[in-house]
Nanobody, 124 residues
């Protein structure tokens, strides 16, 4: 199993930026970020396939950017909105390998390794 640890959450005013990091004990060919706001279901936000191709929820396109290096999976969040307020989780798939289609679909059911989450709060 992949061990994951998120960091970088905090409170910011609308329009501000935060950078989240996920330290991973290993890598799978798809890595991603989910979020869960108060009273809402957990949703897939940003995913990276093969260390390069990226996929985003429509609500964050143009504002968020996922990247990966030897040490971390990062999520740069710009132009933050109150609707972005949520606990953010780093995740890896249940399977050792997944297809690009599976990665781009951003389905909760495909992911089984989770970090503890980091809270992001955006104030208007």
């Amino acid at each position: 199993q992949v061990q994951l640890m998120e960091s970088g959450g905090g409170s910011v005013q609308a329009g501000g930026s935060l950078r989240l990091s996920c330290a991973a004990s290993g890598r799978k060919n798809c890595m991603g970020w989910f979020r869960q706001g108060p009273g809402k279901a957990r949703e897939g936000v940003a995913f990276i396939y093969g260390g390069g191709s990226t996929y985003y929820a429509d609500s964050v396109k143009g504002r968020f950017s996922i990247s990966q290096d030897d040490y971390n999976i990062s999520l740069q969040m710009n132009s933050l909105k109150p609707e972005d307020t949520a606990k953010y989780y780093c995740a890896a798939p249940r399977l050792r390998w997944v297809s690009e289609s599976t990665c781009s679909a951003r389905r909760l059911s495909d992911f089984g390794d989770w970090g503890q989450g980091t809270q992001v709060t955006v104030s208007s």
